[in-house]
């Protein structure tokens, strides 16, 4: 399934794009994802996303299709086909 991956801020500038569309198998989540990105892409994102014991390092959010992360299943959210999920390196306030 193809998923896209959107980079804003400072995540922008490391990753050198604002977005990149990558195809995860069936029932992937956030963190396959991360992996995916950190193998096959830009080594060293996981460490810019994720903390020593694998939690989201703060103020980093995370948003599928604009919902937080937080109030969903966190880094076990599954993404779908034709989402969209947002990396920000500091939180967001959406009005």
Known sequence: MKVK???IQEF????GTFQIEVDL?????VL??????????HPGFRSMI???S????????IAVN????DFLQG?????NEGDQVLFSPRALFVV
């Open 50 to 52: 994720l903390d020593e």
């Open 66 to 69: 604009g919902r937080r992360i």
């Open 12 to 15: 922008y500038k490391v990753m």
């Open 25 to 29: 198998p069936e029932g992937a989540t």
């Open 54 to 61: 694998g939690g989201i390092k703060y103020p980093v959010e």
């Open 5 to 7: 991956a959107v980079f």
């Open 32 to 41: 396959d994802l991360i992996d995916y990105i950190d193998r096959n892409i």
């Open 75 to 79: 880094l076990h959210t599954k993404i």
